[in-house]
């Protein structure tokens, strides 16, 4: 037995047929039993989900084989290629009929190779049906059939509405030659559109990916100015509570002194009264105490001027936060460069501070010292008078009333002058109190413009992205349209190529008329680039001004946790009378508590005396009534 040779001279391998020869139309059981395992193997395929390439090439599948192809490739996701050479399908039109019903369900079948099955034009226009609606395919080989004049028509006819399919093979079937270029100028056209698509995917994928890091830039550097404010919480946070420690130190050392200035006012009392003694000596006593009381007057002085100093600092820094308050919607630039700044501010106040710790601490030593030297001179000056109080009893009666005299005037003075300072102080309080308000006040503002200003920011990144979005979306659009106008322009070509030679003027004509829109598609994407860019550099501008924002705003919280700071000592100040505020509203508490208690005791006795005064009405009416029952019998 020879086996037959196709018509492109290969060997073609022999069908199970009991005829003998290809193609044979009577089958034997054996044919049968073969058909049927084909279909249960098919149908086995049609939940198969990992076969990607099926070759069933020269097995004479017939009727049963195609219907269960048709089923296969209506029900199968996975299969890629399919390889169906040498198996007469196109003898048996119902069996072709639902095999071309099932390719045009199927959309994942890329590769499928008929050659060789004897399809004429009638299954070529029932292919050709399939195509129109297929939307996978990419590579079809009809090669040695008999499609003819008219299958080739419906062929080229189903390729306008198909635009996947790429290779298209029908050498060996009859088709005339004008149809077989027409079929390749359309598949050319497909080609060309599958590589502008890709194209404008890819670009399209690019802008995006763009897009996205854009997002991702933004979403960092968002996060990197939260973590720079959370930063500068922890450091103002640090700084108050060492702002804290500072004053208490600085209150400290201002008890110390006022301490110190009790005990010299009472040792100034001992030496006036021993001084008492001696005339000459209580002259001399006298001067010291005119020069000690210059001293504390020039102290007086001095805290008084501190105090005006300090108020007019209060004064000077509430107009300059006003100040800064109503330009903090102006200025809102220099954020991240000011860190740097702030920085070196804060190390420049720390050595202030340091400054101002060391100066205290060379003021008190200075006190002692001068305390000590006021000591041994008042010994000095005791020794000396002890030798003559022998001399001088007699005068010390009357310089002890003139000296008593003048230390109760000295003492009024000093009192009227300490209920001055108290008022001046209760003044001061008072104002900044009021300053206080006014931060917190100004503070909250500021916060809410801060607010505002991150809400507006994110707004306008969402509009702008949408404005992106949506001229994207208007460059695809244009560019379909250009498309498909070059598509129809060239088949409007090659219509006319089939039709005469003599429109080929008209054909260059087209072809300018394809540059010239290539050209206007690159101007396009030219300045679809520049608006990205013009995107990312007004990107990159409102960075800075957020950033300048932020670094202003930062300034004023400084500020503000400086007159915090300030306001936290007079604070404490209030404490203890809440503390005993708090205290009387415990005891009034406890009152009505008793209170309540005693009315709870009163509403049970009552109630106890309403049950028996009840009981003993019920009694009183159960015996009357009674005594009327018996009376009545």
């Given amino acids: 037995r020879r086996p037959v040779r196709d018509r492109a001279g290969g060997r073609a391998p022999l069908g199970p047929s ?90 994942f079948l890329q590769h499928l190779d008929l050659r060789n099955n004897q399809i004429n034009h009638q299954g070529a226009g029932e292919l050709a049906m399939a195509l129109t609606q297929n939307t996978s395919l990419q590579e079809l080989d009809l090669r040695w059939n008999n499609i003819g004049l008219l ?157 005006q100093q300090q108020k007019q600092e209060g004064a000077d820094r509430e107009g300059k936060l006003m100040h800064d308050l109503s330009a903090a919607s102006e200025k809102n ?58 001399d001088m009893e007699s005068l010390r ?30 003044s001061l309080e008072e104002e900044l109190s009021q300053v206080k308000a006014a931060a917190l006040t100004e503070r909250g503002q500021a916060e809410e413009e801060l607010v505002k200003v991150r809400s507006q920011a994110r707004l306008e990144e969402q509009q702008r992205i949408e404005h992106l979005e949506e001229k994207l979306r208007l460059m695809t659009e244009s560019r379909d349209e250009a498309q498909n106008c070059c ?40 300045e679809k680039v520049t608006e990205l860019n013009k995107v990312k550099v007004e990107l990159q501008e409102q960075i800075g001004h957020l950033e300048a924002e932020r670094a202003a705003q930062d300034g004023l919280r400084e500020k503000i946790a400086a007159l915090e700071r300030q306001l936290r000592a007079l604070s404490s100040n209030h404490r203890e009378a809440l503390l005993d505020k708090e205290g009387e509203i415990s005891l009034l508490l406890e009152k009505l508590r008793m209170k309540e208690a005693e009315i709870s005791r009163v509403r049970e006795e009552e109630t106890q005396r309403a049950s028996f005064l009840q009981s003993a009405i019920m009694s009183y009416v159960q015996g009357s009534c009674l005594g009327t029952h018996s009376s009545r019998k």
């Fill in 333 to 390: 630039l220099l954020l991240r460069n000011q860190v740097d700044e702030l920085e070196r501010k804060c190390k420049v106040q720390q050595d202030q501070l340091f400054q101002v710790k060391q100066d205290l601490t060379n003021a008190t030593a200075e006190l002692k010292l001068r305390a000590v030297e006021a000591e041994e001179r008042l010994e000095m000056e005791k020794r000396r008078f002890k030798q003559s109080l022998e």
């Fill in 151 to 307: 299958g080739g028509r419906a062929l080229l006819n189903c390729l306008q509405s198909n635009k996947t399919l790429k290779k298209l093979e029908l050498a060996g079937n009859n088709v005339p030659g004008d149809i077989l270029r027409a079929v390749e100028q359309a598949l050319d056209h497909n080609q060309d559109r599958e590589a502008i698509l890709s194209e404008a995917q890819n670009q399209v994928d690019i802008l995006s990916k763009e897009v996205l890091s854009l997002k991702d830039e933004k979403n960092k550097q968002f996060m990197d100015f939260v973590d720079t404010v959370d930063k500068q919480k922890a450091e103002r946070a640090r700084s108050e509570k060492m702002s804290a420690a500072r004053v208490s130190q600085l209150q400290e050392a201002l008890d110390e002194q006022y301490s110190i200035m009790n005990s010299l006012k009472t040792k100034l009392q001992m030496t006036e009264a021993a001084l008492a003694l001696s005339e000459q000596r209580v002259h001399s006593l006298g001067e010291l105490l005119h020069a000690m009381k210059q001293e504390q007057n020039s102290v007086a002085d001095c805290h008084f001027r501190e105090l």
């Fill in 487 to 526: 598509l129809k322009q060239k088949e409007m070509v090659a219509e006319a190529q089939a039709k005469a030679k003599q429109l080929t003027l008209y054909a260059d004509g087209l072809r300018r008329r394809l540059d010239e829109l290539q050209q206007d598609l690159d101007s396009k994407e030219e």
């Fill in 397 to 426: 009666v009357k310089e002890v009333d003139r000296m008593t005299q003048h230390m109760e005037a000295s003492e009024r003075s000093m009192h009227n002058r300490i209920q001055r300072l108290e008022a001046i102080r209760i």
């Fill in 18 to 107: 009991c005829g003998g020869g290809v193609g044979a139309v009577h089958p034997c059981p054996q044919t049968l039993f073969f058909c049927s395992g084909v279909r249960l193997l098919l149908h086995g395929l049609c939940s198969n989900t990992t076969i990607k390439a099926l070759d069933l090439k020269g097995n004479n599948l017939r009727t049963m084989g195609a219907e269960a192809l048709g089923k296969l490739l209506r029900q199968n996701k996975s299969i890629r290629s399919l390889t169906l050479e040498w198996n007469s399908l196109g003898m048996w039109e119902e069996g072709f009929s639902f095999f071309c019903q099932g390719l045009r369900a199927n959309n």
